[in-house]
């Protein structure tokens, strides 16, 4: 199982960015797919989740109303849309997946899949 993540780069604060993630084999087969956050020193970081179906939608509350999370299953594919992007935003950022309901979206240790991260960096 790979996952490839993309759309990280620079962007000023205020701007927005698009993460994807592409999961080998067939996305609806995964229960949540999730990204995380870490910066140096940092512990990893619940960001946000989507349920196998799309329907239910996890945030933290650091980018809740400004991130959304979403799941096209015909393209396995999961994507974070980020606007208004502050600097405490800058992190590389990883997408995950599940392979079973675990009950729980915001622990990493819950995700069976990692992919191998992607830069988000922004400049005030």
């Known amino acids: 199982v790979q996952l490839q993540a993309s759309g990280g780069g620079l962007v000023q604060a205020g701007g927005s960015l698009r993460l994807s993630c592409v999961a080998s084999?067939?996305?609806?087969?995964?229960?949540?797919l999730g990204w995380f956050r870490q910066t140096p020193g940092k512990e990893r970081e619940f960001v946000a989740a989507?349920?196998?179906?799309?329907?239910?939608?996890f945030y933290a509350d650091s980018v809740k109303g400004r991130f959304t999370i979403s799941r096209d299953n015909a393209k396995n594919t999961v994507y974070l849309h980020m606007n208004s992007l502050k600097p405490e935003d800058t992190a590389v950022y990883y997408c995950?997946?599940?392979?079973?309901?675990?009950?729980?979206?915001?622990?990493?240790?819950?995700?069976?899949?990692w992919g191998q991260g992607t830069q988000v960096t922004v400049s005030s």
């Open positions: 084999g067939r996305a609806s087969s995964y229960y949540h």
């Open positions: 995950a997946a599940q392979r079973r309901d675990y009950n729980s979206v915001y622990e990493g240790n819950r995700y069976d899949y």
């Open positions: 989507v349920s196998s179906s799309g329907g239910r939608t």
